[in-house]
């Protein structure tokens, strides 16, 4: 799934962090996959478009650069890879894992945009929920994920720690998230005031709030916000920094993180 493109209907009240109750992803995710299984096709036309503007060039460039930069053929895995619009950036990859969580967005994914151009000697495709998908420890030398968080999928401490999990010593991450000051001020200050009050309302009124339908919920953060999650995690070598997105098929700003797994671990933080 990617934001660069005409989504699903969501609402920016609804965010997976205005409430104390978890996330039912598997809720979520079915009602995600519904709404991408719509426009499948639509979004396969709309790759074709992106990969012509410099937002995607400035992707590109980063995953070419962290493909290529373990000097020997890696094995890597796309989270939420949707159509396979990044699948001609990398370089020396010998074993591509895609997983998305619709099926329709992984069946034109066999066609990838820029197809002729993909090194990948081999390309595996999964569709799976990332929150509740798992993999041995180890397994991939990189991951990466765009255009996923943000749009019914949120940055949790958990999933970070499923990355690192997955990761072998000295592999790379890679993601960006929607920023919340894409949102319109308004938006943001009705999302503050929301979840401020919610842990005082009724229960009968927390249930409609979390019942309601036709969206999926918005899960945009802030720098500050996203910079408290990878600190949380296992992760302790990171960035996050802004970047504006200007292509014709989203504007907006993102947050991208790029973080590391070192190649010797101290022993009290592998058992944390």
Not at 51 to 60: A, F, G, I, M, N
Not at 96 to 125: F, H, R, W, Y
């Amino acid at each position: 799934m990617s934001n660069t493109n005409k989504s699903p209907v969501l609402n920016p009240e609804q965010t997976g962090e205005n409430s104390t109750a978890p996330m039912d992803f598997k809720s979520i995710g079915e009602q995600v996959s519904a709404s991408y299984g719509n426009i499948a096709t639509r979004y396969r036309s709309d790759d074709e478009i992106e990969v012509t503007t410099e937002h995607h060039r400035h992707l590109r460039g980063i995953l070419g650069t962290l493909s290529s930069s373990f000097g020997r053929p890696i094995t890597t895995l796309d989270v939420g890879c949707g159509t396979g619009r990044y699948f001609y950036c990398l370089k020396s990859v010998a074993h591509l894992v895609g997983i998305d969580i619709s099926e329709a967005m992984l069946n034109i994914a066999t066609t990838p945009v820029k197809q002729n151009e993909i090194s990948v000697k081999k390309i595996e495709l999964h569709c799976a929920n990332a929150h509740l998908k798992s993999f041995p420890p180890e397994s991939f030398d990189l991951i990466y994920s765009l255009g996923m968080f943000g749009h019914g999928c949120p940055v949790t401490i958990e999933l970070c720690n499923k990355f690192h999990d997955w990761l072998a010593p000295g592999g790379r991450l890679f993601f960006d998230a929607v920023d919340i000051a894409t949102l319109p001020p308004w938006h943001r200050v009705r999302r503050q005031i929301r979840r401020s009050i919610y842990p005082f309302l009724p229960q009968r009124l927390k249930h409609a709030l979390d019942q309601r339908t036709g969206s999926v919920p918005f899960c945009g953060l802030s720098k500050r916000d996203l910079e408290k999650i990878m600190r949380a995690s296992r992760f302790t070598d990171f960035s996050v920094s802004s970047h504006v997105c200007q292509s014709p098929l989203w504007r907006g700003l993102h947050l991208e993180c790029a973080a590391s797994k070192p190649f010797m671990m101290k022993q009290s933080q592998q058992h944390s």
